[in-house]
């Protein structure tokens, strides 16, 4: 899986960015998204998933009602909407095809990942 994540940075505690996945070779218009995140010094962990067709998505409970997960499917692209930023959001992120009954270390292939860095 070739993925590349982009819209990350700096920006100051309440902002917002909105992040970008885009996949080169085969379409993923067929399968589930997900975005996960690596806080400095900790693992890897899911935010967001959305269902291939957008019907469904899921949050972890720490981004409920701020982050806002959506995908294009005619485009190949995934995003992430993020409001109301804390320190707390600091992360690389990563998105990645969403499989539910993967632990976080069955998952393999991941890209470079984008850095969002929220300051107080």
């Known amino acids: 899986v070739q993925v590349a994540e982009s819209g990350g940075g700096s920006v100051q505690a309440g902002g917002s960015l909105t992040l970008s996945c885009a996949k080169s070779?085969?379409?993923?218009?067929?399968?589930?998204l997900a975005w996960f995140r690596q806080p400095p010094g900790k693992e890897r962990e899911l935010v967001a998933a959305i269902s291939w067709n957008g019907g469904r998505t899921d949050y972890a409970a720490s981004v409920e009602g701020r982050f806002t997960i959506s995908r294009d499917n005619e485009k190949n692209m995934l995003y992430l909407q993020m409001n109301s930023l804390t320190p707390e959001h600091t992360a690389v992120y990563y998105c990645?095809?969403?499989?539910?009954?993967?632990?976080?270390?069955?998952?393999?292939?991941w890209g470079q990942g984008t850095q969002v860095t929220v300051s107080s």
């Open positions: 070779g085969d379409t993923f218009s067929k399968e589930s």
């Open positions: 990645h095809v969403y499989y539910p009954s993967y632990t976080l270390h069955q998952y393999e292939s």
